[in-house]
């Protein structure tokens, strides 16, 4: 569906194309709607003819397609509706395609991973059959899925155990339970066994040291196939955002700032020859020093970031560490003024976390 604004704009337009589908007539006994995907009964076929042709009419660079049940069965999403004598009923619904291929058990993935996978299908099969006979065959179709990746059978069995006895135990959560801890997330390589072995010292240290004062969420990131060939092109150094750059002076001396925006537009800010130049600590360098140039055209990219708490901590890391002269507030004790108004707090628990 490409950006995530895009399916909040096609919900919006399909409301507004089923209103006017609606308000010519000829509706639907029954109507189901994901996105694009509609589902709808009719109590005869020319109700069904009628509201496929209005629902073309409305609009005319939308066209739909339409599926009708054949022998009493109909695939909506991943449903399989099925006409029985006493009603309709549901179950699981995989494409001819699907080749029942999942994580292998002998692949170098973490073992919690290889539970989830089985414990959302589980999930998603219970929701979906209507009866606990089609419950039962989607869990041995599971069984008999994972078997055929390796997976040894008490293990899957242990799963759909686990799976069972939280839905039948009798326990009522508490979700208004106020958790008073703090989380600390920490990312990890998946190295196997060394992995495993780091983790249950981290979850010790935490258990022993910590107790109520801080959680410790250990995520652990494989690697892809895909992330070895970067396909996209590389972007222009000056067109880059959410980057820490530096700039160096003719004098020797550095610069070291961050940017969310285009970098070149931020470059141009600490410019005294361009029209939209502030007050910035190299423009000032440059009025005190008329002879000194700097290179705006090729600066540095220091590092990067996902969202800007990341970028000011990488910045502030990275004037502590190289102490850049043309910085005025490089040499305050704790960090600039930018992250002291963010994130004092963070640092602070970090270093006692040390
Ligand atoms: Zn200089």
């Known amino acids: ?20 589908v609606n308000k010519i007539g000829c509706s639907p006994q029954i109507i189901c709607r994901y996105v694009d995907d509609i589902f709808c009964t009719f109590d005869s076929k020319e109700k069904m003819d009628q509201f496929y042709y209005n629902l073309n009419k409305v609009h005319s660079n939308v066209s739909f397609s339409k599926e009708v049940e054949a022998d009493g069965q109909l695939a909506y999403l991943d449903v399989l509706l099925t006409k029985t004598e006493t009603g309709i009923e549901s179950t699981t619904y995989r494409k001819n395609n699907h080749t029942g291929l999942y994580n292998k058990w002998e692949s170098l993935s973490p073992l919690q991973y290889k539970k989830s996978i089985i414990q959302s299908l589980l999930h998603r099969s219970y929701d979906i059959c209507s009866s606990y006979q089609l419950i039962h065959k989607e869990f041995q179709n599971i069984k008999s899925c994972f078997l055929s990746n390796g997976y040894p059978d008490w293990f899957t069995d ?30 990890l390589p998946y190295l196997g066994e060394t992995s495993l072995q780091l983790e249950k010292e981290l979850r010790n240290f935490f258990r022993k040291y910590l107790k109520e004062l801080a959680h410790l969420c250990l995520i652990h990131k ?8 970067k396909y996209k092109d590389k972007q222009a150094h000056l067109e880059r955002c959410n980057v820490v750059y530096k700039l160096k002076c003719s004098c020797g001396h550095s610069y070291i700032g961050q940017t969310q925006r285009n970098l070149k537009f931020r470059l141009d800010e600490h410019n005294p020859s361009k029209s939209n130049h502030q007050a910035t600590d190299v423009v000032k360098h440059l009025y005190t020093y008329p002879g000194h140039v700097t290179d705006f055209k090729n600066p540095e990219i220091l590092a990067s970031a996902f969202n800007y708490r990341e970028l000011l901590i990488k910045e ?39």
């Open 1 to 20: 569906m490409g950006s995530p604004i895009a399916t909040l704009v096609a919900d919006v337009f399909m409301n507004w194309l089923i209103d006017n």
């Open 158 to 187: 242990k799963q759909i155990k686990i799976f069972l006895n939280k839905r039948y135990e009798n326990t009522p959560k508490n979700k208004q339970e106020k958790t008073t801890y703090i989380r600390r997330i920490l990312y």
């Open 222 to 229: 494989t690697h892809t196939i895909g992330d070895h060939f």
């Open 316 to 354: 502030t890391l990275l004037i502590q560490e190289q102490q850049p002269e043309i910085n005025v507030d490089n040499f305050l004790p704790l960090y600039t003024s930018s992250i002291r108004r963010f994130y004092v707090k963070y640092l602070v628990d970090a270093q006692f976390l040390c």
